[in-house]
């Protein structure tokens, strides 16, 4: 009851999967897998997860002198050279004062990865008892506690709290919230499974399906630090199916056009991990780990998220373009490397003359916000340098049909709507207070509104306003205008928001305009406010004691505190 592994299945598994194997290496390919000797659970589980996805080495003579020989644990290419088995209450005696008897353990080669804890669906909370029971079973339930058998978590891909009716997916550091269900029958239609399937048989299907977990273990898990900790993450299931088609498309895709397109996933949804599984599935592709991936994010925490997670996930350089010459030198190698850059170094006017880079079909590039307006002219540039590159662009903004951004990288490949997020639980639902402004400018009145705000100025002056502005900018921030809408905003702001303890974000058409709502607030004597706009060099004074960070910088770090700090 000490044995987490099937052992004499694990020996058969590696001789079958490594035939070049002698009898001592074998054993020295065991004693690396059985005794792992790690100070904390997650770092044992992380270190095998290393094992199993990178391989390890052994030395050993082929013919050509002793050389490090590369042992896999599982044939991640040839399903049907690996062993599957189903253990019901598979028993284990840990730290406790007695053993732990799970529900269902699945094996792959000897290996226990998915512990399943099963619940009668009519008792109280079924989902909340058989989570809890896994983090007895694995002793995360408290700190310090010795009531499980951690030993067989060392291996653990996933943990799935199951009650017939509802089926949870997790990982050995997921909070109970952390715990989802898999709504989605990808690949499968849901006649394919019977019309209406159930959880519990949507998640066997379409997560523990030998390939589909394998797939997982491979290409979809990744060891994340968040807030000082390290957590291991595994797909949702949009993700998941988001990744897939993304693969599908350049695959099978006609024409540059045809092999790119779309992901509108909600905000909140996980766009940024979504863009590291792909690069994990790329990578581990016989096909497609011959591409360049190029990636291109406009805000440094994402650039930063996704060079750090690639290069821990894929032990693999990544190349920052800090600038368009840069960028330009990268995009000319022919190598199948992976280039992030920051949108905003690529506004310089030698992009403008970008020319014919690299006429590779094996360029694929990846765009983060693909629904901001200024990825357009970047985008037509891009097109210029790599003809044959196809883009896929990430969104948590819907993207009309007729949009350039449609036009600019194909259809879209995949959606997860905020209807569907919300019903996830994995954000929370907006709620709204419709007010019709007194102000509202409409094609109807905004040649009558532009006389009322500007009465005071003569006929010249008024078209002036209109040369610099525009009738309707004009008119939208016309400081009586705004002035109006701000008395609005705090008298609801102190009636209906503050007295709850919360702050409120004000989002105006342009930064001129937000400078103007900042400066009427300041005259009615609101509660504080910042403005939070981009700056330019070419900026006029107007703009300058907004834009300056170093005299922004603590106004702007009180307002991401909690109102009472």
Known sequence: ERDVILYKILKESLKRINPWMTDANLDIALRTVTNIQKATLLEANEHFWDLLVNHFSIEEDLGQGRKGQTVKLIDFDNLENNVFHVVDEFTVRGDGPKPIRTDLVLFINGIPLVVIECKSPYISDPIEEAIDQLKRYSNTRERDAHEGAEKLFHYNALVVADCRDQCFVGTITSSAKHFLPWKDTYPYTAEELGGSPHPQKIVNHCVLRPEALLDIIRNFTVFEPEDGKVIKKTPRYQQFRAVQKCVDRVLYGEDRLGKGGVVWHTQGSGKSLTMVFLTQKFRNHPELQKYKLVFITDRTSLDDQLAGT?????????????????????????????????????????????????????????????????????????????????????????????????????????????????????????????????????????????????????????????????????????PNRIKEICKDLVEHYKTKIMPDGFKAQIVVGSRRAAILYHQALQELAAPESAVIISGSHNDSSFYTPYTDQSEQGDLISRFKKPMDQ
């Open 310 to 478: 690639m290069e821990r996930c894929q032990d693999e350089t990544i190349y920052r373009a800090g600038s368009v010459s840069e960028l330009k030198e990268l995009l000319q190698k022919d190598s199948s490397d992976i280039v992030t850059g920051m949108l905003q170094k690529f506004q310089e006017r030698e992009l403008e003359q970008m020319p014919v880079l690299n006429e590779s079909e094996k360029i694929l590039i990846l765009v983060d916000e693909a629904h901001r307006g200024h990825f357009k002219s970047l985008a037509s540039n891009i097109r210029t340098a790599l003809p044959n590159a196809p883009i896929i662009g990430f969104t948590g903004t819907p993207l009309m049909k007729n949009e350039k951004q449609t036009k600019v990288m194909g259809t879209y490949i995949d959606t997860y709507t905020i209807e569907e997020a919300v019903a996830d639980g994995a954000t929370v639902q907006i709620m709204y207070e419709g007010r019709e402004s007194k102000t509202k400018v409409t094609g109807d009145n905004l040649e009558s509104l532009f006389e009322v705000y500007f009465a005071d100025k003569s006929p010249e002056e008024r078209d002036e306003i209109v040369k610099r502005y525009g009738r309707e900018q004009a008119v939208l921030e016309a």
